[in-house]
C-alpha cells in the first residue's frame, strides 16, 4: 500500500468493529483503604512514624496562632503536603476518545 487511508476511513472501519468516540464510562472509585496488607502497613508502618515525627510538626490553634506540639530536635519543623486523587486529573483535557461498546465502566 503506498498511500495511507485516510482519516473518514478510519472512523468508518473503527465503527464497523464497534468502536464509538464518545467520553469514557467511569465507574464508582474504590481504594482499597479496608485491605489486610494495606491496614497492616498503616498500623505497624505509617502511624508509629507518624507519631514519631509529631512533636517536629506545626499545628495551630482555633484563632489561628501556631502552637508548639512538643520537643523536637531539629531546630526546623516538618511540613506534611496532602493531595486527593484529583490533582492527578486536573491537566486532563481531552474527554472523549475510541471506547469499545463492550467496555464497561471501571471502578
Avoid at 42 to 56: A, D, H, V, Y
Amino acid at each position: 500500500m503506498k498511500k495511507g487511508i485516510s482519516e473518514q476511513t478510519a472512523r468508518n472501519w473503527l465503527g464497523q468493529v464497534g468502536y464509538c468516540f464518545t467520553v469514557e464510562p467511569s465507574g464508582q472509585y474504590v481504594n482499597g483503604h479496608e485491605r489486610n496488607d494495606v491496614v497492616d502497613y498503616r498500623q505497624n508502618n505509617f502511624l508509629p512514624q507518624w507519631k514519631q515525627i509529631e512533636p517536629g510538626l506545626r499545628a495551630w490553634t482555633l484563632d489561628g496562632k501556631e502552637e508548639v506540639v512538643g520537643e523536637y530536635p531539629q531546630p526546623q519543623r516538618i511540613v506534611i503536603w496532602f493531595h486527593d486523587e484529583s490533582m492527578f486529573y486536573a491537566h486532563d483535557h481531552r474527554k472523549k476518545q475510541w471506547v469499545h461498546s463492550s467496555e464497561k465502566a471501571v471502578p
